[in-house]
T-cell receptor
Framework: AAGVIQSPRHLIKEKRETATLKCYPI?????VYWYQQGPGQDPQFLIS???????DKGSIPDRFSAQQFSDYHSELNMSSLELGDSALYFC????????????FGEGSRLTVL | AQKITQTQPGMFVQEKEAVTLDCTYD???????LFWYKQPSSGEMIFLIY??????QNATEGRYSLNFQKARKSANLVISASQLGDSAMYFC???????????????FGSGTQLTVLP
């Protein structure tokens, strides 16, 4: 079965650069979540989208923005990168009426040098 | 606010033995979902098991079972017949209901690093 696809899987950037992470949810999933997991930390919720509209916002820095497109894929844009942005970024998807599991992608590992 | 507490930063278990990973939670919601995820060193987040707050029976998925004690607000994960491949970080997580307006994102505990010994 198709899973949540994230790209790139690994990304290396320098301070003050920008980065874009992409997430392709499972087909027919209308809700996408972004999480950030720093080294040795638990995942922290950043932002979510339902039907291409932002539905909730967590601890997402102002330097970050995200959107969900008409094909339901989502992109997380990060600007003015800082060393502390080095983390594993997860995307997860679900259908809104589903009360079961949230399906995670394999994550995109961002390293800021 | 919701809070998930995993008090065991690390656990060791002998191969083929059973192990219990503790998870307690705090919420004022009547309806919620509890999850366990496994994160191996490669980083992906693998769903293991789910328990709804109104489910009367404990959830089971193969070698995984969830010991759900609602009055104590605990949702411990039991792994039976441990295998070397079970060595990983394990996260307990909770999701609020749709009616909370929080879009049902997950709140994670701090995780338990399980090491299975040969």
């Amino acid at each position: 079965a198709a899973g949540v696809i994230q790209s790139p899987r690994h990304l290396i950037k320098e301070k003050r650069e920008t980065a874009t992470l992409k997430c392709y949810p499972i087909p027919r999933h209308d809700t996408v979540y972004w999480y950030q997991q720093g080294p040795g930390q638990d995942p922290q919720f950043l932002i979510s989208f339902y039907e291409k509209m932002q539905s909730d916002k967590g601890s997402i820095p102002d330097r970050f923005s995200a959107q969900q497109f008409s094909d339901y894929h989502s992109e997380l844009n990060m600007s003015s990168l800082e060393l502390g942005d080095s983390a594993l970024y997860f995307c997860a998807s679900i259908t809104r009426g589903n009360t079961g599991e949230l399906f995670f992608g394999e994550g995109s590992r961002l390293t800021v040098l | 606010a919701q809070k998930i507490t995993q008090t065991q930063p690390g656990m060791f278990v002998q191969e083929k033995e059973a192990v219990t990973l503790d998870c307690t939670y705090d919420t004022s919601d009547q309806s919620y979902g509890l999850f366990w995820y496994k994160q191996p060193s490669s980083g992906e987040m693998i769903f293991l098991i789910y328990q709804g707050s109104y489910d009367e029976q404990n959830a089971t998925e193969g070698r995984y079972s969830l010991n759900f004690q609602k009055a104590r607000k605990s949702a411990n994960l039991v792994i039976s017949a441990s295998q070397l491949g079970d060595s990983a970080m394990y996260f307990c997580a909770m999701r609020r209901p749709i009616s909370s307006g929080s879009a049902r994102q997950l709140t994670f505990g701090s995780g338990t690093q399980l090491t299975v010994l040969p």
